[in-house]
T-cell receptor, first 115, second 111 residues
Framework: ETGVTQSPTHLIKTRGQQVTLRCSSQSGHNTVSWYQQALGQGPQFIFQYYREEENGRGNFPPRFSGLQFPNYSSELNVNALELDDSALYLCASSSGPRTGLYEQYFGPGTRLTVT | GIQVEQSPPDLILQEGANSTLRCNFS?????LQWFHQNPWGQLINLFY???GTKQNGRLSATTVATERYSLLYISSSQTTDSGVYFC?????????????FGTGTLLAVQP
């Protein structure tokens, strides 16, 4: 069984640029969630995708957008990068319906630095 | 929204000591997970425990849903136990199906 994978591992971007982060869900999982973790804080929910549709969004501006593909992998896109976007971006996958009753498994994260 | 508080915020132990980490939440939950975040940022699943007690080796966890708290017990601690421990909950009655994380407990185990 393959776990959750993310790419790239590290990324350095300049303010104003755009970035795409990728996540492959664990085998058998159809739900992917994205979280942002700033230094010294707990992860904060960005949004979730269930069977290719957005299923809830946290308090993040529209320049954070996402996509889920038929194989349940997912992308997180961030436009017009700001310095405060520097963080660890975590992807989590889970199986089952939208009830939140299923365990979520996290990938290793992508560390984004905006200069 | 639901609030999740963890205590203590920091903990320093000598190798071999036991410890108890606490997670309090402000509303009923459908899901509660404990994670260990290693120095590279990887969140490692420890327990999925919306209620009851579970044990896995030196670690065990208890959630008392009616009293809105969960405890993580670490026995005979090892240096590899160092890192940040998070509890996270889902309250599906809320607006979105998301894990809400506590502030974490930073554990340092000294040899």
């Amino acid at each position: 069984e393959t776990g959750v994978t993310q790419s790239p591992t590290h990324l350095i971007k300049t303010r104003g640029q755009q970035v795409t982060l990728r996540c492959s869900s664990q085998s058998g999982h159809n739900t992917v969630s994205w979280y942002q973790q700033a230094l010294g804080q707990g992860p904060q929910f960005i949004f979730q995708y269930y069977r290719e549709e957005e299923n809830g969004r946290g308090n993040f501006p529209p320049r954070f957008s996402g996509l889920q593909f038929p194989n349940y992998s997912s992308e997180l896109n961030v436009n017009a990068l700001e310095l405060d976007d520097s963080a660890l971006y975590l992807c989590a996958s889970s199986s089952g319906p939208r009830t939140g009753l299923y365990e979520q498994y996290f990938g290793p994260g992508t560390r984004l630095t905006v200069t | 929204g639901i609030q999740v508080e963890q205590s203590p915020p920091d903990l320093i132990l000598q190798e071999g000591a036991n410890s108890t980490l606490r997670c309090n939440f402000s509303d009923s939950v459908n899901n509660l997970q404990w994670f260990h975040q290693n120095p590279w940022g990887q969140l490692i699943n420890l327990f999925y425990i919306p209620s009851g007690t579970k044990q896995n080796g030196r670690l065990s966890a208890t959630t008392v849903a009616t009293e809105r708290y969960s405890l993580l017990y670490i026995s005979s601690s090892q240096t590899t136990d160092s890192g940040v421990y998070f509890c996270a909950v889902i309250n599906y009655g809320g607006a979105t199906n998301k894990l809400i994380f506590g502030t974490g407990t930073l554990l340092a185990v000294q040899p």
